[in-house]
């Protein structure tokens, strides 16, 4: 396992509801897993319901979590105990060994003093095999934990406990999310019922519960406990989990003496192959289904969840691009499905739904797929009549399709009366549409991507050549008349000020040097230079995104937060390979191989995939357009195996920022061969 024993599951877990370091679980999965498991210490009642610093242990928990801020769903807490039977979370905590335990993607283990039981886990898809040693042979239980929203039922025949559980953050359309599961112990047991818990009671010293789940039924659940987990040991489990996520990590062979990056880069690379998550199911016939979440019907094909496109649609998708077409193939197609169930593309699912973050970039997503021949173009055309649809139709639904439609088109820019957050909102809406037009020209429908092309530019409207930013206006054109303070966040903008939203004009670069008189890297430069000021602006309160700018320490360039990411790349799409790669390096040294060793909320994969981009000197500056922009790597020697069977080798001696080109097309970068000689200047 030359790359697994890299990974660092804690790496990012020190984390609070006023500060994050990344805001993530250490969570025990096989890639994309549909169900993951993870320690709960600090009470189910938050979402921060685990801490690398506590020594209390309330159980192992199964969830759903893409992120605290969209909290879980379908989770249940699995424990041992011994003598007599407790279920609260204040009862039945007790101090485990916290510096004794072991979590890795493939396996858990740890040692609870009170009870004198070991626990030990490895995953499957749907389920996990869990094992607990206890020193006696007296009393011992395995308890089985939901909440008044769960239902047990246990059928004395084939010594199965059955149920589901309706636990969930948000609701989903149809009323109820089930989820079904099915476990049992490899060893005598009775069984006792508590409130809203079952305890499986026996006397055997070691017990093994196996347990599988499923979204779409309990028959569902029992096919996939006999095809994942009634005929493997947990070594079998955990060996085969290994496998899947060496195979995953070796995707990328990255060679250095710095040890802790390479830590902190296949951490990285582990955080990107666990979203979006799997959320379909094979029945026994062998057909593909889901869960049709507008209607609770089920339906046919793929679906992926607990992905905001706001976030990963900037690097995670890049990254699979390069590494895993297939998969990403597949979450594209379930983008379609979710079109097909609910009448409109999905923003952000978890598993439903969400009305989060502004924009849609879904566009960017299935654009890029298109674009890059990663769905063949009998899908590309189905997919581009979806992103046709949400892009020429308004919905007063809130969260559905895009927000202020109307007023976009007739305005050609979304004004602060009809949407807040009206900038970003805007300038999204840009993007989307020449992502629109790219997958426009790509397919042969000149007329549409001509429509749409011109829609890109409307960037240029909220351009305030005064104060050099983009500015929030009325209906009637005129901007905010307040005085404009350029450090305060929130309000016309999305998780920052005026500074970190006024250059997300991915798409045309050039023509954002044009408003600022061609001057656009020195306006970066004051950027990086600038004070780490804030103010609480339209927010009314501190916001954790505020505090980690400042603690970054490099200026009003955010690296903890997505709208910022593009950043650093400008000088290099402006010429300036070397500019970029002196700004990523120090950036890069953010990232540290310790509980609060990201600079900011991970985000399911998008900030991982920044760093991981980021050590291979590649960043697609605009998702949609099959290029790019070039910086130099951070490791020594790194080895892309491609998604089509070849390599692309990147050695950081080779490669002169002076002498290389800026950009290097998808086309070339799958070609494979050595970098250096693809971007040697002619």
């Given at each position: 396992m030359e790359r697994y024993r890299y990974v660092n599951v804690t790496l990012g877990t020190l984390n609070s509801k006023r500060f994050s370091n990344g805001n993530v679980l250490p969570l025990t999965a096989v890639p994309h897993g549909m169900a993951s498991f993870t320690l709960q210490n600090e009470k189910a009642a938050?979402?921060?319901?685990?801490?690398?610093?506590?020594?209390?242990?309330?159980?192992?928990?199964?969830?759903?979590?893409?992120?605290?801020?969209?909290q879980d769903y379908g989770q249940l807490v699995v424990t041992g105990q011994r003598g007599a039977l407790y279920f609260s979370e204040e009862q039945r905590w007790a101090s485990f060994d916290n510096e004794g335990c072991v979590l890795e993607p493939a396996y858990m283990k740890g040692y609870v003093y009170r009870d004198r039981y070991t626990f030990e886990l490895a995953p499957t898809n749907s389920g996990a095999v869990i094992r607990f040693t206890f020193s006696e042979a007296e009393t011992n239980r395995v308890n089985i934990i939901g909440d008044e929203r769960t239902v047990f039922r246990f059928d004395e025949s084939s010594k199965m406990v059955t149920g589901y559980t309706t636990a969930a953050a948000h609701p989903v359309a149809y009323g109820e999310l089930?989820?079904?599961?099915?476990?049992?112990?490899?060893?005598?047991?009775?069984?006792?019922?508590?409130?809203?818990?079952?305890?499986?009671?026996?006397?055997?010293?070691?017990?093994?519960?196996?347990?599988?789940?499923?979204?779409?039924s309990e028959e569902q659940a029992l096919l996939h406990f006999e095809r994942e987990l009634a005929h493997r040991s947990l070594e079998e489990v955990r060996f085969a989990a290994q496998e899947e996520w060496e195979n995953c990590l070796g995707k990328i062979d990255a060679e250095d003496e710095n040890e802790e990056r390479k830590a902190v880069f296949y951490t990285s690379l582990y955080r990107t192959f666990l979203w979006p998550r799997r959320f379909w199911e094979e029945d026994a016939a062998g057909r593909i289904l889901h869960l049709n979440l507008e209607t609770g019907e089920i339906a046919d094909g793929y679906l992926y969840v607990d992905n905001g496109f706001w976030d990963t649609y900037r690097t995670l998708y890049p990254l699979l691009s390069l590494v895993d077409t297939d998969l990403y193939a597949k979450v594209a197609e379930g983008c379609y499905n979710y079109y097909k169930d609910s009448g409109w593309l999905p923003k952000w699912l978890?598993?439903?739904?969400?009305?989060c973050?502004?924009?849609?970039?879904?566009?960017?997503?299935?654009?890029?797929?298109?674009?890059?021949?990663?769905?063949?173009?009998?899908?590309?055309?189905?997919?581009?009549?979806?992103?046709?649809?949400?892009?020429?139709?308004?919905?007063?639904?809130?969260?559905?399709?895009?927000?202020?439609?109307?007023?976009?088109?007739?305005?050609?820019?979304?004004?602060?009366?009809?949407?807040?957050?009206?900038?970003?909102?805007?300038?999204?809406?840009?993007?989307?549409?020449?992502?629109?037009?790219?997958?426009?020209?790509?397919?042969?429908?000149?007329?549409?991507?001509?429509?749409?092309?011109?829609?890109?530019?409307?960037?240029?409207?909220?351009?305030?050549?005064?104060?050099?930013?983009?500015?929030?206006?009325?209906?009637?054109?005129?901007?905010?008349?307040?005085t404009f303070d350029c450090f305060a966040w929130g309000r016309d903008y999305t998780e920052g000020s005026a500074w970190q939203s006024s250059f997300a004009v991915y798409h045309d670069i050039e023509g954002l040097n044009g408003l600022y008189?061609?001057?656009?890297?020195?306006?970066?430069?004051?950027?990086?230079?600038?004070?780490?000021?804030?103010?609480?602006?339209?927010?009314?309160?501190?916001?954790?995104?505020?505090?980690?700018?400042?603690?970054?320490?490099?200026?009003?360039?955010?690296?903890?937060?997505q709208p910022s990411f593009h950043i650093p790349y400008i000088y290099a799409e402006l010429g300036d390979v070397a500019k970029t790669a002196r700004l990523t390096?120090?950036?890069?040294?953010?990232?540290?191989?310790?509980?609060d060793g990201y600079p900011g909320d991970e985000d399911n994969g998008s900030l991982s995939a920044w760093f991981v981009l980021t050590c291979l000197g590649l960043y697609q500056m605009s998702p949609s357009r099959p290029d790019f922009t070039l910086s130099l790597p951070l490791f020594k020697k790194i080895t892309v195996r491609l998604a089509n069977g070849r390599e692309l080798v990147i050695e950081r001696d080779k490669l002169d920022p002076a002498a290389m080109k800026n950009k290097l097309s998808y086309a070339e970068a799958m070609r494979g061969g050595r970098l250096a000689a693809m971007v040697q200047k002619k």
């Amino acid at each position: 396992m030359e790359r697994y024993r890299y990974v660092n599951v804690t790496l990012g877990t020190l984390n609070s509801k006023r500060f994050s370091n990344g805001n993530v679980l250490p969570l025990t999965a096989v890639p994309h897993g549909m169900a993951s498991f993870t320690l709960q210490n600090e009470k189910a009642a938050t979402p921060w319901f685990y801490s690398p610093l506590s020594k209390s242990f309330e159980g192992i928990r199964l969830t759903h979590q893409p992120s605290p801020w969209l909290q879980d769903y379908g989770q249940l807490v699995v424990t041992g105990q011994r003598g007599a039977l407790y279920f609260s979370e204040e009862q039945r905590w007790a101090s485990f060994d916290n510096e004794g335990c072991v979590l890795e993607p493939a396996y858990m283990k740890g040692y609870v003093y009170r009870d004198r039981y070991t626990f030990e886990l490895a995953p499957t898809n749907s389920g996990a095999v869990i094992r607990f040693t206890f020193s006696e042979a007296e009393t011992n239980r395995v308890n089985i934990i939901g909440d008044e929203r769960t239902v047990f039922r246990f059928d004395e025949s084939s010594k199965m406990v059955t149920g589901y559980t309706t636990a969930a953050a948000h609701p989903v359309a149809y009323g109820e999310l089930k989820e079904y599961f099915a476990f049992t112990l490899n060893v005598p047991f009775t069984v006792e019922y508590g409130k809203n818990a079952v305890s499986l009671v026996t006397s055997s010293r070691q017990a093994e519960c196996r347990l599988a789940t499923s979204f779409l039924s309990e028959e569902q659940a029992l096919l996939h406990f006999e095809r994942e987990l009634a005929h493997r040991s947990l070594e079998e489990v955990r060996f085969a989990a290994q496998e899947e996520w060496e195979n995953c990590l070796g995707k990328i062979d990255a060679e250095d003496e710095n040890e802790e990056r390479k830590a902190v880069f296949y951490t990285s690379l582990y955080r990107t192959f666990l979203w979006p998550r799997r959320f379909w199911e094979e029945d026994a016939a062998g057909r593909i289904l889901h869960l049709n979440l507008e209607t609770g019907e089920i339906a046919d094909g793929y679906l992926y969840v607990d992905n905001g496109f706001w976030d990963t649609y900037r690097t995670l998708y890049p990254l699979l691009s390069l590494v895993d077409t297939d998969l990403y193939a597949k979450v594209a197609e379930g983008c379609y499905n979710y079109y097909k169930d609910s009448g409109w593309l999905p923003k952000w699912l978890c598993p439903n739904n969400f009305n989060c973050m502004p924009g849609m970039l879904v566009e960017a997503v299935l654009a890029d797929a298109i674009v890059k021949e990663i769905v063949p173009a009998e899908a590309g055309e189905r997919m581009l009549d979806a992103l046709l649809h949400d892009g020429d139709c308004a919905c007063d639904e809130p969260g559905v399709g895009r927000e202020a439609l109307r007023e976009y088109r007739a305005l050609g820019y979304v004004p602060y009366t009809a949407a807040k957050e009206s900038v970003n909102e805007t300038l999204d809406n840009c993007y989307g549409d020449y992502c629109i037009a790219q997958a426009a020209h790509k397919l042969g429908r000149e007329d549409v991507a001509a429509r749409y092309d011109g829609y890109a530019h409307n960037y240029r409207n909220l351009f305030d050549p005064a104060a050099g930013f983009m500015r929030g206006k009325d209906e009637h054109g005129n901007f905010r008349s307040e005085t404009f303070d350029c450090f305060a966040w929130g309000r016309d903008y999305t998780e920052g000020s005026a500074w970190q939203s006024s250059f997300a004009v991915y798409h045309d670069i050039e023509g954002l040097n044009g408003l600022y008189g061609g001057k656009l890297a020195e306006k970066i430069d004051e950027l990086v230079a600038a004070p780490r000021y804030f103010a609480i602006g339209g927010y009314g309160s501190e916001i954790h995104e505020m505090s980690e700018m400042a603690d970054a320490r490099f200026g009003q360039c955010a690296i903890s937060n997505q709208p910022s990411f593009h950043i650093p790349y400008i000088y290099a799409e402006l010429g300036d390979v070397a500019k970029t790669a002196r700004l990523t390096e120090r950036l890069a040294g953010a990232f540290r191989n310790t509980i609060d060793g990201y600079p900011g909320d991970e985000d399911n994969g998008s900030l991982s995939a920044w760093f991981v981009l980021t050590c291979l000197g590649l960043y697609q500056m605009s998702p949609s357009r099959p290029d790019f922009t070039l910086s130099l790597p951070l490791f020594k020697k790194i080895t892309v195996r491609l998604a089509n069977g070849r390599e692309l080798v990147i050695e950081r001696d080779k490669l002169d920022p002076a002498a290389m080109k800026n950009k290097l097309s998808y086309a070339e970068a799958m070609r494979g061969g050595r970098l250096a000689a693809m971007v040697q200047k002619k």
